[in-house]
């Protein structure tokens, strides 16, 4: 069991950036993997990325490679996601999530594989 707590969010302009962070709480950090979800009004929760607890791989969606970097803390038991060059379609509210795993490797992509949830972050790009 984990606690997400998700912040950063915010108004950004296209073109500028913005760093979510997803600090956990709990036992046994380093066998979750993470993953960021977006889910804009009346759309299905998207895949951002992921990464596994100890960093050493990640996964993009398509259109985020290149814009936005997802990395962890360990000393801080935290996750961010660095969001390079925003397009106002990125907007909604960014979820982290968590799964536990009995060995580290990335997830690619699903919700359903993640049984953890923050409780969310707005996203807003608008000039």
């Known amino acids: 069991q984990v606690q997400l707590v998700e912040s950063g969010g915010g108004l950004v302009q296209p073109g500028g950036s913005l760093r979510l962070a997803c600090a956990a709480e709990?036992?046994?950090?380093?066998?979750?993997?993470i993953g960021w979800f977006r889910q804009a009004p009346g759309k299905e929760r998207e895949f951002v990325a992921a990464?596994?607890?100890?960093?050493?791989?990640?996964n993009y969606a398509d259109s985020m490679k290149g814009r936005f970097t997802i990395s962890r803390d360990n000393s801080k038991n935290t996750v961010y996601l660095q969001m390079n060059e925003p397009l106002p379609e990125d907007t909604g509210v960014f979820y982290c999530?968590?799964?536990?795993?009995?060995?580290?490797?990335?997830?690619?992509?699903?919700?359903?594989?993640?049984?953890?949830w923050g409780q969310g972050t707005q996203v807003t790009v608008s000039s």
């Open positions: 999530a968590a799964e536990y795993l009995v060995s580290d490797y990335v997830l690619h992509g699903r919700p359903d594989e993640y049984h953890y």
């Open positions: 709990g036992r046994n950090f380093n066998h979750y993997a």
């Open positions: 990464v596994s607890w100890s960093g050493g791989l990640t």
